[in-house]
């Protein structure tokens, strides 16, 4: 008895022993070790015990991917991502690890090297240029609130000029104001320039009478 077992003892390592790398010895046979499995992480008669960086240890001992530019997770949510990427961020609303605001290329222990259009590089940061834009209403995402002779443009958090047209018009709208301010104002002074007037000559007649 003892005899058999250890001749099954000696079938079992010349047959782990057998099998080529990436593979793991199971049930007598060589089973292909999951590609995403770490090297010196796929062990014989178990399978895949951990995964490369961005994918998680599934119940059958494969591997799955994380959620988009996640590092680290133990399973295909955000909730379960515990590292993002370098450089990257959780993102609730999108579900994923995202580039910092307007970064288009990121490298690690360097920074944002490229901005989208609209955004400015700023010590390895990319920085809303906010052309037109009021003051304190410019925010990492764009501009709230554009200021005198600027609009806002189709796209979201964008100012471009005011056209030509509009301009003029609000011109002549403050040019009109204006002038009815003075008209007003010469009206009220002319008016009691008169009143003082009628009053000296009231008082000369009372002096003569």
Not at 22 to 46: Q, R, S, V
Not at 130 to 150: A, I, L
């Amino acid at each position: 008895m003892n005899y058999i077992l250890f001749l099954n003892l000696i079938v079992f390592i010349n047959a782990t022993h057998l099998c080529e790398e990436g593979y793991y010895f199971l049930n007598e046979t060589c089973i292909e070790c999951d590609k995403h499995c770490l090297y010196d992480k796929c062990i014989d008669e178990i399978g895949c015990q951990e995964c490369q960086p961005k994918y998680y240890l599934n119940e059958t001992n494969g591997c799955n991917p994380c959620v988009l530019n996640c590092e680290k997770c133990t399973g295909d949510t955000l909730e379960k991502c515990t590292k993002c990427q370098d450089g990257f961020y959780k993102s609730n609303i999108s579900q994923i690890c995202l580039l910092p605001y307007g970064c288009i290329e990121y490298e690690d222990f360097i920074g944002c090297k490229s901005c989208e259009e609209h955004y400015i590089l700023n010590n390895s940061m990319c920085i809303y240029k906010c052309d037109g834009c009021s003051d304190g209403y410019c925010t990492t995402t764009g501009c709230e609130k554009c200021s005198n002779w600027f609009k806002e443009s189709d796209s979201f958090g964008d100012c471009t000029k005011a056209s030509v047209g509009k301009i003029i018009c609000v011109i002549i709208i403050i040019l009109i104001i204006i002038l009815v301010l003075i008209g007003f104002i010469s009206g009220i002074f002319f008016f009691i320039k008169k009143q003082r007037k009628h009053r000296q000559y009231e008082d000369a007649y009372h002096n003569v009478n």
